[in-house]
């Protein structure tokens, strides 16, 4: 197997020409390139994020798994987060640097699923998110104008909040909070107001309830993931999609712009579109790391 030097890590590198993704001849090769490129912005929001991997190792459209355990195969360097659950205890993998990245790409992970709190502090969320899930015949376009509706609430709320794609048909909306003391119980409890008051607001848009027979031609507002055992598709993860799509971050602008002009596609970014707009724009996603916020009710308690 060929060998790789990533920042003085030695990595053995297989299958480098199968084809991940057939519909675009985007291969295992690609897939690493694209990691190892895109890290030097995906390694900060990665850190200490205990990482779920989703790896497709014959590609999209066959089979494919979760995997929440390191492999015991894993480097030696490569470090781990136990998490203790309801009935055994989890070793994570921590993808805190850029080899760890390059090496997960090579077990063909495709898509990277990050929890939304850092270890040791799983109880503390660092952020809320609200999760955009279009139910046909809605389309990513729906989704633009729910989050701009949700941006509206933020903005009379005084909290500032970050868009990306999921890289397939939705998107998402982040509100970071980097602030001590923050629970699960806290961020749930908000999110869900928040979907419930958006249904309320826009019942012919907006669902908050997962039955999929309400969905049909609505935006579920999914406030469930703001839980400990749930994650979300990382920013600038690739997607198991027909073609190499990845989960990128978007300007409220270029929402506001999409959605006048009724062209999605404008929010549709494959791997090497990624790239380019990260040399050109740098992370767009940056300011969630370090923004600090209060949600509405907790700051007198924590005063």
């Known amino acids: 197997m060929p060998l790789v030097d990533i920042e003085g890590r030695q990595l053995k590198v297989s299958n480098l020409d199968k084809v991940l993704y057939p519909a ?3 291969t295992k090769a690609h897939v ?10 995906m390694v900060p929001h990665l850190k200490d994020r205990p990482l779920t991997l989703k790896r497709y190792p014959d590609g999209v459209g066959a089979e494919s798994f979760f995997e929440k355990n390191a492999p015991s ?19 994570y993998v921590l993808a805190n640097d850029l080899p760890t990245l390059v090496w997960a ?3 063909a992970a495709l898509e990277l699923h990050p929890s939304l709190s850092r270890a040791p502090r799983m109880e503390q969320p660092t952020m809320v ?3 955009l899930d279009p139910g046909a015949p809605a389309t990513l376009l729906e989704c633009c104008r729910v989050a701009v509706v949700l941006r509206g609430m933020f903005d009379a709320l005084k909290l500032q909040s970050f868009a990306k794609t ?3 048909k939705g998107m998402q909306v982040y509100v970071p909070l980097n602030t001590g003391g923050v629970t699960y119980e806290d961020t749930k409890g908000f999110s869900r107001q928040v979907a419930q008051l958006l249904e309320q607001q826009l019942p012919d848009q907006v669902v908050s309830n997962m039955k999929k027979e309400l969905r049909v031609g609505k935006v579920l507002v999914d406030w469930s993931q703001n839980d400990r055992k749930k994650t979300t598709v990382a920013v600038y993860s690739l997607r198991a999609r027909e073609r190499p799509t990845a989960s990128a971050p978007v300007s409220w602008d270029e929402v506001a712009s999409a959605l006048k002009a009724g062209r999605p596609d404008r929010l549709v970014f494959e791997a090497a579109q990624v790239l380019e707009r990260l040399e050109h724009e740098g992370d767009l996603f940056a300011p ?3 923004l600090q916020q209060t949600l509405p009710g907790l700051a007198e308690g924590r005063e």
Do not use: C, Q
């Open 166 to 168: 999921s890289g397939g």
């Open 129 to 131: 998110v609200f999760d």
């Open 288 to 290: 969630t790391l370090k």
């Open 105 to 107: 790409a090579n077990l």
């Open 24 to 26: 675009a001849g985007f």
């Open 73 to 91: 195969h894993a480097p030696e360097w490569v470090r781990t987060a136990r998490v203790e659950g309801s009935t055994s205890a989890v070793d």
């Open 32 to 41: 690493i390139d694209y990691y190892a490129r895109a890290g030097r912005w």
